[in-house]
């Protein structure tokens, strides 16, 4: 008995051991190594894990991901949840001087929007900065205008910005090289539908195509009840 229940925690233990391991070699670009953990475990452990439908990553039962945040709009206006309480959103969280993986997921998702034609307008697209520092509201106003004339640019505190990606369970972090004069934000990246309660709907991951975001944000919103 005791021989099995220890075989099995070896097992266990090199089980999780390759988990880690595959999502280290598997993990997008900007994907932090405990995302890409989560996502792996719930690819290994099937249907108590994240599952994969209608373009989106359901989230597992019982879990909560969004909710209050306070934070400054592009025009340096105090927000917080409630100012678009009733009102869906796609959020992203990144950094404006991203070179590359944030203006991508932000041109994917205003093309979601522009895909879903007048039901787009249904939902509010959101920048949240993670790197406060450098994303001042002047400086955000004109970046989100780049890529979708009605999407928000937030920014605030170092300590508002930790505490929404907090709740959203974002990872970002500071990388600072030898070779460069500026640093860089390393960070998950999630395009995220927030329903009316200001509560993630789903999540989608950085490959999605536009119009598998918009069939599957058209059919959360369509969902009885989704009007909220
Ligand atoms: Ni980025």
């Not at 989560?38 to 249907?47: A, M, P, T, W």
């Not at 920048?127 to 640019?153: C, K, N, W």
């Not at 920014?155 to 959203?168: F, K, L, W």
Request: proline share 7%.
């Amino acid at each position: 008995m005791l021989r099995t229940i220890r075989l099995t925690a070896v097992l266990l233990v090199l089980l999780l051991g390759g988990v880690w391991a595959f999502a280290w070699v598997t993990r997008a670009p900007e994907e932090g190594l405990a995302d890409a953990f989560v996502n792996r475990l719930g690819q290994v452990f099937g249907g108590q894990g994240t599952m994969v439908s209608g373009g989106g990553v359901q989230l597992p039962q019982g879990m909560s991901l969004g909710g209050p945040f306070s934070l400054t709009d592009q025009s340096g206006k105090p927000v917080t949840e409630r100012d678009y309480a009733g009102r869906w959103m796609l959020v992203y969280f990144g950094y404006s001087f991203c070179p590359d993986v944030c203006p991508t997921e932000l041109g994917t998702m205003a093309a979601a929007l522009d895909a879903m034609g007048p039901a787009g307008e249904a939902v509010v697209p959101a920048f949240i900065s993670v790197d406060p520092q450098r994303d001042t509201p002047e400086h955000l106003a004109d970046y989100v205008s780049r890529f979708h004339p009605r999407m928000q640019g937030l920014t605030g505190t170092p300590d508002q910005v930790a505490e929404a990606a907090r709740r959203y369970r974002v990872y970002y972090a500071k990388v600072q090289r030898p070779e460069m004069t500026d640093y860089l934000m390393d960070h998950s990246s999630f395009i995220y539908l927030v329903g009316p309660d200001a509560k993630v709907r789903s999540l989608f991951r950085p490959e999605q195509t536009p119009e598998a975001i918009a069939a599957a944000v058209s059919a959360q919103i369509g969902r009885p009840g989704g009007a909220g």
